[in-house]
């Protein structure tokens, strides 16, 4: 793997550089709801009535610190009433389609997006009924744009360890449905990791990546739990793991991808600013990465700008922004033909002049590879 030494490259923004959004790279960590587009959420609310607070409604994202109790419940209260306008398969469909197309636009090849169907199932038909319905509408999005796309079906840790075992069976039911990975989301300061073992158990001897939440909101100890606790394979976010000498080298040896969302972190108060987020301590860590955009609905921007981000604020060359692609198409679970096709297509966007990036679509994934039955 391509590490830089402890030395920061010289700035590339009085240089020409590669478009990132031409760049052939993995989406591993982008929520359901948040993925929808900000005029999607306008128009859902006007045609079910739902009230939109001023901070979902008036065009710029809202001001978010989540590093308190308080913090955490406005942005969820957010993520919640952004929910409550997906009510028909229709919606669900749409929205689906949508994020599809932003993926596309950003160069992403494969997109797993990560879902907890019981939050749907009240106005689907119930949790299997949801489930098929989204699973169809990936199918579908999947099927038109080209993107390879598969789900991670994540257990909310507010919920009790129960419902996350039977959330885990259903999963490992509809494998071969499209669902590659189990996850586990919501507040991590919430009780334990190893309060949900068993389903992840479960998850992993269904065949099933197991990916939770850990090392945003709590330290290095919470990434600890995911690999000791829930034998995670990838880790979202895991940035706090940059505290921790021991933990990042413990993280390399295993190759333990994490999935790092920048804006993410900054936007709700994990870091003051961008150049803060420990993207370099993690890079010469040799910790492999994947870049996401998380909720973009909330965050506002997609998955190219982190990788702008990365560029503009710490520095990376378009050499180390092409490992960082390759980095997020390793961790992610695709085929192995459809990977060998999208590493070639990176190594070409490296290969190619800065005024002549590889083409938006390029090698994109065949439907025939993307379909998920």
């Known amino acids: 793997m391509e590490q830089s030494s402890g030395e920061r ?10 478009d990132v959004r031409t760049l052939p790279k993995a989406h591993l960590h982008l929520h359901f709801t948040g993925s ?19 901070a979902l409604s008036g065009g710029e994202p809202p001001r978010l610190r989540a590093t308190d109790e308080r913090g955490w419940f406005r942005f969820q209260r957010l993520y919640d009433i952004a929910r409550s306008c997906l009510r028909s398969p229709e919606d669900i469909q749409r929205l689906v389609r949508e994020a599809a197309e932003e993926d ?11 879902v907890d169907p019981t939050s749907y199932a009240p106005r689907l038909g119930g949790l299997t009924p ?12 999947s099927r038109d744009t080209g993107l ?26 509809y494998r071969d449905r499209g669902i590659v990975g189990f996850g586990l989301s919501n507040d991590e300061r919430r009780g334990f990791a190893r309060d949900f073992d068993r389903a992840f158990t479960i998850a992993r001897h269904g065949g099933l990546l197991a990916a939770p939440h850990g090392g945003e909101m709590c330290g290095p100890s919470s990434v600890r739990d995911c690999l000791d606790d829930l034998g995670a394979a990838r880790v979202g976010h895991g940035v706090r793991a940059a505290e921790d000498a021991r933990l990042l080298t413990r993280l390399a040896e295993r190759g333990v991808t994490c999935e790092v969302c920048p804006s993410s972190n900054v936007a709700l108060g994990v870091y003051e600013r961008a150049e803060d987020v420990p993207l370099r301590t993690l890079w010469d860590a040799g910790i492999p990465m994947a870049l996401g955009a998380d909720d973009p609905l909330l965050f ?10 990365a560029r503009g604020t710490h520095g990376f060359t378009d050499a180390q922004l092409a490992e960082l692609a390759r980095q997020s198409v390793r961790g992610a679970a695709m085929p192995d033909e459809v990977r060998g096709r999208v590493l070639a297509d990176i190594d070409g966007w490296l290969d190619s002049s800065p005024e002549a990036a590889v083409p938006a679509g390029r090698g994109r994934v065949a439907p025939a590879a993307a379909g998920l039955r």
């Open 148 to 173: 390879g796309m598969r789900v991670l079906v994540a257990a909310n840790r507010m919920k009790h360890p129960l419902d996350a075992r039977t959330l885990a069976r259903l999963a490992v039911r």
């Open 300 to 309: 506002g921007s997609r998955l190219a700008a982190q990788y702008e981000l």
């Open 104 to 114: 596309v636009r950003d160069g992403s090849r494969w997109l797993e997006i990560q």
């Open 130 to 141: 949801a489930l098929e319905i989204i699973l169809d509408a990936v199918d579908r999005a």
């Open 9 to 18: 490259p010289p700035s590339t923004a009085h240089t020409a550089a590669r």
């Open 36 to 54: 929808m587009r900000p005029e999607t959420l306008l128009e859902l609310a006007d045609k079910y009535g739902v009230h939109l607070p001023e």
